[in-house]
């Protein structure tokens, strides 16, 4: 299995702020099939991004994603108090996995 | 807009079967190009993908779990269903049923249910 490694563990920012989450592959990720998703409290996940650049429908454009082979960052521009969240990494070129998520915390 | 709700018994017992049934409203599963899968989410931990089915009958499953799933699908009733056998301690989770963005096992999930605990516990 691909095994998605995701840093920092927490991250804290203020509103307005810029923010870089990153997620590394033990192995190429094939096509450059990498997914981000946002999970608030009690709530399923909800797709950000595949791609791994393509917003899904209704995602703002502050949320961005780049990256190829084992290495990619999702960037918020400026924090709004909604993205304060869990938001997680999935591989789809080969199986799925997952990271282990990245915690978004108001600092 | 697609729905999806997941349903089950939220408490089973060591070494038994888990089974879960997710029903889709809003889209027909029999007519849909797209795969649907279940994932999990052990208390305050990370997303696990279980595996995932076509209404045609083809799956496609997680290698750490593969000995112990089946999925199946019910086009009459646009459901579709896991079964775990074996369940320990470490089965308790959030499982959500989803959907693929397309045609493929090997794509994102678009539509989520919104999750159902299970706890193995005697």
């Known amino acids: 299995d691909i095994v998605l490694t995701q840093s920092p563990g927490t991250l804290s920012l203020s509103p307005g702020e810029r923010a870089t989450l990153s997620c590394r592959a033990s192995q190429s990720v094939s096509s450059n099939y990498l997914a981000w998703y946002q999970q608030k409290p009690g709530q399923a996940p909800r797709l950000l991004i595949s791609g791994p650049s393509i917003r899904a429908t209704g995602i703002p454009d502050r949320f961005s994603g780049s990256g190829s082979g084992t290495v990619f960052t999702l960037t918020i521009s400026r924090l709004e108090p909604e993205d304060f969240a869990v938001y997680y990494c999935?591989?789809?070129?080969?199986?799925?996995?997952f990271g282990q998520g990245t915690k978004l915390e108001i600092k | 807009q697609l729905q999806l709700q997941e349903s089950g018994p939220g408490l089973v017992k060591p070494s038994e079967t888990l089974s879960l049934t997710c029903t889709v409203s809003s889209g027909s599963i029999g007519t849909s190009l797209h795969y649907w899968g279940w994932i999990r989410q052990p208390p305050g931990k990370g997303l696990e993908w279980i595996g995932s089915?076509?209404?045609?009958?083809?799956?496609y499953f997680s290698p750490s779990l593969q000995s112990r799933i089946t999925i199946s699908v019910d086009t009459s009733k646009n459901q579709f269903s896991l079964n775990l056998t074996s369940v320990t301690t470490a089965d308790t989770a959030m499982y959500y049923c989803?959907?693929?963005?397309?045609?493929?096992?090997?794509?994102?999930?678009?539509?989520w249910g919104q999750g159902a605990l299970v706890t193995v516990s005697s």
């Open positions: 999935q591989q789809y070129g080969r199986s799925n996995t």
């Open positions: 989803a959907r693929h963005s397309h045609s493929s096992p090997l794509l994102p999930f678009d539509y």
């Open positions: 089915i076509h209404y045609s009958g083809g799956t």
